[in-house]
């Protein structure tokens, strides 16, 4: 049975909130992209210059993805106080008035890496699998009833822990980056637990059955395999070689 069915959990009781929360950070103790062999080989000062900037290219697609998913989920909000907390999400990303937000921080590590700025926000040479898995989180977060739209977010409980990681990891082992270009990650070592904070408190009060709960279980272990999966066709482009047509090949741009 697929993780949004609800019929199984019909007439069960709901967990109590202790045992819920415990229940959505199972999914990232088992499931979360740290544990990805090509993280590991990011964080660990394997990967070539070529395949670090085909990390950061697709990755873009995600980045630009996020404030849209936002902007698409306040399209179907009436609350106006669900709404004017989440407005800042979509801040953090796209900037507000002088504040470049956490996209303009991602190009300029796309700018440190030696890529095109047009080139990268164009997605013409993000990985097909990429694209899809970006795409398929937005729709989810358009299609989902709202406390589980809100529930696919909370993969951020895990993420501080992967973003300290990445920035002492990076900047021991690549020369070619600096404090300048790790600017996205420390950023988000403050607004990742906020975040995170408001969207799992919200789901502890909204998802009144078990049936709800369970589906919000399944959404964060949706997203965390829309992050696996980018990482699966990093992997098998750059690593194992098998690079689609007309995708980024490492020494091109």
Avoid at 20 to 36: L, P, Q, S, T, W
């Amino acid at each position: 049975m697929n993780d949004f069915s609800t019929a199984e959990w019909h007439d069960a009781p709901p967990l109590s909130k202790e045992a819920f929360e415990a229940a959505i950070r199972a999914v990232g103790e088992e499931r979360y992209h740290d544990k990805h062999p090509f993280h590991k080989m990011l964080h660990g000062g394997k990967l070539s210059k070529g395949q670090v900037q085909a990390w950061a290219l697709n990755r873009y697609c995600y980045q630009e993805a996020v404030p849209r998913k936002d902007a698409a989920f306040m399209s179907r909000v009436h609350d106006r106080e669900l709404r004017r907390e989440w407005i800042h999400r979509i801040h953090d990303h796209d900037g507000l008035g002088e504040e470049g937000g956490g996209i303009e921080r991602w190009l300029v590590l796309t700018d440190g890496l030696g890529l095109s700025r047009d080139y990268v926000t164009s997605r013409k040479g993000a990985l097909p699998a990429t694209k899809f898995a970006v795409e398929a989180y937005v729709r989810f977060v358009v299609e989902q009833p709202l406390v589980i739209a809100v529930a696919s977010s909370l993969t951020e409980l895990f993420a501080p822990a992967i973003h300290r990681e990445r920035i002492a990891g990076m900047l021991e082992n690549y020369n070619f980056v600096d404090d300048s270009v790790m600017a996205y990650f420390k950023r988000r070592l403050a607004q990742a637990p906020r975040d995170s904070d408001f969207a799992l408190s919200y789901i502890l009060q909204h998802a009144y059955t078990r049936a709800e709960q369970e589906a919000c279980v399944g959404a964060v272990r949706f997203k965390c395999d829309v992050l696996w999966a980018q990482l699966d066709a990093l992997y098998q482009a750059y690593v194992t070689g098998l690079i689609p047509p007309g995708a980024f090949t490492p020494g091109e741009k």
